[in-house]
């Protein structure tokens, strides 16, 4: 899995010749295209060829009667080069050597035969040990790279090269190369946006290496394996290790690739052999629990000034049973704050070992008394209630009825219109839905509700939701002074489970159908779907049509909130319910 131009096609040549000169058998080269295969013989094998004395004399490229462009023998084997887009070039021979170049640019399915990598494979299995495969490509997209699956199937050897300072080996990564102000002022351009001086920053001892020693760097390179070898070699490498590549050529292709998506996607790809993770994939776990700050959360959550209004989501598990239920803050332009995470059980007695089931009253009543009916500390000082609880039906949806019946509900049409959330403290039954263009993908009709007691369930676009919540988590970062950033996630110092909950799934496109689908990477998804419902509920009570006198209105709120609780004595208590805010109304 290399870098284009970084000896792919090289290497196959290289182990063509050794097969032909030493170790003959029948080889079979499969392109992209027959125009591919066609240009490797032409171009690359007969060249070859005619310049090695030690191929020459077994290989008569001249010879028309045995040879053609696409088809040679030799003493003890023969060499095909085919097209992976027909099938019966890949099925219809028994072959000891198969080499595969470019494999990420062959077609989904040869024909109707089906994966042909899979197809061209089986036909090496009689040879058994003393068959070889080989298979070159730079990486595409996460999730359909087949160069990438092979490569995660290997030993995963990368190239570690030593710090010309420290000596500290390392694997050279693109974040490291720097130029401009992230350089000292002493090795800074003038050149604006031209990269100008361009060094690479050593990831143990901070030095910043010059061009001219990167490339000695990368003459002392160690092949190091992350996983122990089994018959099965990966090798990975990328342009920062390249002698024909200079650190300042690479930054300036990159200023250039950014201003567009298919641009920076081939420079990601291409150049720094790296996967491509379309809009919408798995964030980076790690990073989100680095990037974690320091508010206060949980029991003692304080909301931060910019976190207007409360809402929360719950799910409902069985194994063990309990309730997980996350409140999130809003505020302008989207941003939000997670406030609080809890995992909810409920016990006969204190000696219980074993929780009650989640059709138990008593565990409702504790989803009541610590999250629905708390009131959370702002940071002026006001006291808020959360405005809106979605909580996820699933696999019991009764209790979520009985649950909600005994809350305030939001308004509807009788077709199923959403029309105002009038009141704190409301509480929405909602159910997962496909939709990838709605967050509220719709609300069942009066006649069903009937038959619950006159409960609405709404239906969360969930691939909508992810889609946003996860270009989100990867694109936009907490300033670090602390200034608004608009979409913008922020954590407390929440366990690193959170994060792998919240990244637990992945995009995927379907290769034959472009149908997207969602696939779990981590059984434990609880914190993504509560994330994905307290955005359907911040949705519900109208954050994505607030305008700036709605949230000014909320900022009057807490001052008079605030200002009321100051001024109260035990002789006058301060109301517990706060008034509702106008214009929370969806015309």
Request: glycine share 6%; hydrophobic share 40%; charged share 25%.
């Amino acid at each position: 899995m290399l870098a284009i131009q970084l000896v792919k096609t090289l290497f196959i040549q290289c182990a063509l010749a050794y097969v032909i000169a030493e170790d003959p058998g029948p080889v079979l080269l499969v392109e992209p295209k027959e125009a591919d295969a066609m240009a490797f013989s032409k171009k690359r094998l007969k060249p070859m060829i005619q310049a090695s004395p030690a191929l020459r004399h077994i290989i008569n490229t001249d010879a028309k009667r045995d040879n053609t462009i696409l088809s040679m023998d030799f003493p003890g084997g023969n060499f095909t080069a085919v097209s992976a887009l027909v099938p019966g070039n890949l099925a219809g021979r028994t072959i000891r050597y198969l080499f595969a170049d470019e494999l990420d640019k062959f077609e989904a399915s040869a024909g109707k035969a089906g994966d042909p990598i899979s197809l061209a494979k089986g036909r090496t299995t009689n040879f058994g040990s003393l068959r070889k495969i080989i298979q070159t490509c730079s990486p595409t997209n996460e999730g359909e790279s087949r160069i990438a699956l092979a490569y995660e199937a290997s030993d995963q050897r990368k190239p570690w090269v030593p710090c010309p300072h420290c000596g500290g080996f390392q694997i050279l990564t693109f974040d490291r190369v720097k130029w401009g102000d992230k350089l000292p002022v002493e090795l800074r351009g003038s050149n604006g946006e031209v990269p100008g001086p361009t060094c690479y920053e050593c990831s143990h001892c901070g030095e910043f290496w010059s061009d001219v020693q990167r490339r000695k760097a990368c003459e002392l390179i160690q092949w190091r394996a992350d996983k122990p070898f089994k018959g099965h070699a990966g090798f990975w490498i990328s342009h920062l290790y390249s002698p024909w590549n200079s650190l300042e050529e690479l930054a300036s292709d990159f200023l250039i690739a950014k201003r567009s998506k298919q641009t920076l996607k081939v420079f990601i790809t291409e150049r720094l052999a790296e996967l491509w993770k379309e809009d919408g994939q798995v964030p980076d776990e790690q990073r989100l629990y680095e990037r974690r700050e320091s508010y206060p959360f949980g029991e003692d959550a304080v909301i931060p000034q910019r976190g207007l209004l409360l809402v929360a989501a719950t799910d409902v598990q069985e194994n063990p049973p309990r309730l997980e239920t996350s409140v999130f803050a809003f505020g302008r332009d989207k941003e939000c704050w997670l406030i609080d995470y809890q995992v909810i059980q409920a016990f006969a007695d204190d000696k219980a070992k074993s929780a009650l089931p989640v059709t138990s009253p008593a565990v409702w009543a504790e989803l009541d008394r610590r999250v629905l009916q708390k009131g959370y500390r702002h940071e002026s000082g006001a006291i808020l209630p959360i405005w809106l609880m979605a909580i996820d039906t699933g696999m019991r949806p009764q209790p979520v009825y009985d649950f909600a019946l005994r809350h305030p509900q939001p308004a509807y049409t009788p077709a199923g219109g959403l029309i105002s959330v009038p009141s704190h403290r409301s509480v929405v039954p909602v159910k997962g839905n496909d939709d990838d263009l709605k967050i509220i993908a719709g609300v069942s009709k009066e006649d069903a509700a009937r038959k619950r007691q006159g409960v609405r369930i709404v239906s969360v676009g969930t691939t909508r939701c992810k889609t946003e919540i996860f270009d989100n988590l990867r694109y936009v970062k907490p300033d670090p002074d602390g200034k608004p950033v608009a979409n913008c996630w922020h954590f407390p110092k929440v366990e690193r489970t959170y994060f792998e909950g919240l990244c637990s799934e992945r995009r995927v496109v379907k290769a034959n159908t472009g149908e997207v689908v969602w696939q779990k990477i981590n059984p434990r998804n609880e914190p993504l779907d509560l994330a994905v419902y307290a955005r359907a509920a911040a949705s519900m009570v109208g954050v994505d049509r607030f305008k700036d006198h709605h949230w000014a209105g909320l900022e009057s709120r807490l001052t008079e909130r605030n200002e009321a609780k100051e001024a109260a004595s035990p002789a006058t208590p301060v109301a517990t319910r706060p008034k509702r805010l106008a214009g929370f109304a969806f015309n």
